[in-house]
């Protein structure tokens, strides 16, 4: 997926407010997102996440074309290794293919 309309990565968290993911290389940070909305819009009693929540979306952006690449990656050593013992349409069918599979189509969506 060469077509990447978000922020360029790598993002990171804002070393003062802990629940705002910053693109930090830019002058002045680039606020990509605020995850404190449930402290904000009234549901005090989930707002213990908002810190939690931002470090989750930085380190799964930050490593999402990585894993991807990954992904690919062992689906072409998979395809050697199981290949050898089984037909086209087993290896096609085969549930750990089907699933690699149904993972990198949602990454690239």
């Known amino acids: 997926m060469t077509d990447r309309k ?5 993002w990171t968290i804002d070393p003062i ?3 705002l993911i910053i693109k930090k290389d830019t002058d002045p940070y680039l606020y ?3 995850c404190d909305w449930q402290v904000k819009y009234g549901n005090s009693e989930q707002g213990y996440t908002s810190d939690a929540n931002a470090k989750f979306i930085v380190r799964a952006c930050n490593a999402h074309y990585e894993m991807l690449e990954a992904l690919k990656a062992s689906l072409h050593e ?8 089984m037909s086209q349409e087993e290896y096609d069918n085969d549930p750990t293919i089907m699933q690699v599979r149904a993972a990198i189509a949602k990454g690239e969506q």
Do not use: Q, V
């Open 78 to 85: 998979l395809h050697d290794i199981m290949r050898s013992g």
């Open 32 to 34: 990509i997102a605020d």
């Open 6 to 10: 978000h922020t360029a990565l790598p």
């Open 17 to 19: 407010n802990t629940d």
